[in-house]
Nanobody, 123 residues
Framework: VQLQASGGGLVQAGGSLRLSCAASGRTFGSSDMGWFRQAPGKERAFVAAINWSDDKTYYADSVKGRFTISGDNADNTVYLQMDSLKPEDTAVYYC?????????????????WGQGTLVTVSS
């Protein structure tokens, strides 16, 4: 499977963006999906994830209440709705697919990555 992330851009603080991650090649199947972000000079960090088997969602504390992950396994697309954006949300955002039982929070448990989309939040 290949992942294609899109929807990034420049937005003012307090604004919203919706990121999309489309899979091609095959369906998500049993792979759970996550979003990570990497700010300049920082390590890639967990943002949100969704478990297809029970529709449970997981969020980093820094985005909880502002970001929403959703998706449709049948359409092979995952979304990240980002509201009340802050300058500190500026980063390249990556979607990733995880198969297996490892934690959602760690990059090494994800085996397929999209190319990233840049989100810039101005103050």
């Amino acid at each position: 499977v290949q992942l294609q992330a899109s929807g990034g851009g420049l937005v003012q603080a307090g604004g919203s963006l919706r990121l999309s991650c489309a899979a091609s090649g095959r369906t998500f199947g049993s792979s759970d999906m996550g979003w990570f972000r990497q700010a300049p000079g920082k390590e890639r960090a967990f943002v949100a994830a969704i478990n297809w088997s029970d529709d449970k969602t997981y969020y980093a504390d820094s985005v909880k209440g502002r970001f929403t992950i959703s998706g449709d396994n049948a359409d092979n697309t995952v979304y990240l709705q980002m509201d009340s954006l802050k300058p500190e949300d500026t980063a390249v955002y990556y979607c990733a697919a995880k198969s297996g039982r490892g934690s959602f929070y760690y990059t090494y448990n994800y085996n397929v990555w999209g190319q990233g989309t840049l989100v810039t939040v101005s103050s």
